[in-house]
């Protein structure tokens, strides 16, 4: 099936800095999906973002599906910002069977 | 519109106990989904349904049965619960397969002792 491997696993930032979290994928893609896991277990909806880029105030993300791979950006970041990010993706004949990578965990301090 | 809802939001059980995990959602989708997430893992896909009496196994599908009577719902049973089936369970549901954002539920807490 396919693959999908996260970068980097771990993240700890001051309040303010700038991050880039990647996902690469081995395979072409119907959809791909970016979620943020807050410290409470719920899972929110980021982006969806099968190809090409997209904002959503602080956050932007940019999926280049030639080169298999998604880039989701967090912009002056905030403590609520903490909690793990996820890339997940459906393959080409996987029917919107998400895949998940293995996530980023990520902790601002403030 | 409620989303994707989930019930219960914490469950304890002992083993070979049986239990259903409800999920319902009120937008319309026709495909539905549960899956599992084990402690600092992503999540892996269980059972999906593409339609009402259309039902299919994902990743990790032994020990669980599922069943589509309804658009809205898409219970999730244990048949006779095991400690390696505890984990935290969410439901998502699309609009349809293929091209389309998935949404999920709350999840689900179980714990198997």
């Known amino acids: 099936g396919i693959q999908v491997e996260q970068s980097p696993p771990d993240l700890i930032l001051q309040e303010g800095a700038n991050s880039t979290l990647r996902c690469n994928f081995s395979?072409?893609?119907?959809?791909l999906q970016w979620f943020h896991q807050n410290p409470w277990g719920q899972l929110i909806n980021l982006f969806y973002?099968?190809?090409g880029t997209k904002q959503n105030g602080r956050l932007s993300a940019t999926t280049v599906a030639t080169e298999r791979y998604s880039l989701l950006y967090i912009s002056s970041s905030q403590t609520t910002d903490s909690g793990v990010y996820f890339c997940?993706?459906?393959?080409?004949?996987?029917?919107?069977?998400?895949?998940f990578g293995g996530g980023t965990r990520l902790m601002v301090k403030p | 519109n409620a989303g994707v809802t989930q019930t219960p939001k914490f469950q304890v059980l002992k083993t070979g106990q049986s239990m259903t995990l409800q999920c319902a959602q009120d937008?319309?989708?026709?495909?539905m989904s549960w899956y599992r997430q084990d402690p600092g893992m992503g999540l892996r896909l269980i059972h999906y349904?593409?339609?009402?009496?259309?039902?299919d196994q994902g990743e990790v599908p032994n020990g669980y049965n599922v069943s589509r009577s309804t658009t809205e719902d898409f219970p999730l049973r244990l048949l006779s619960a095991a400690p390696s089936q505890t984990s935290v369970y969410f439901c998502?549901?699309?609009?349809?397969?293929?091209?389309?954002?998935?949404?999920f539920g709350p999840g689900t807490r179980l714990t198997v002792t």
């Open positions: 998502a549901s699309s609009r349809d397969r293929g091209f389309y954002e998935q949404y």
């Open positions: 395979d072409s893609v119907n959809n």
């Open positions: 973002i099968p190809s």
């Open positions: 997940a993706v459906d393959g080409d004949n996987a029917g919107n069977m998400l895949t």
């Open positions: 937008m319309n989708h026709e495909y």
């Open positions: 349904s593409v339609g009402a009496g259309i039902t």
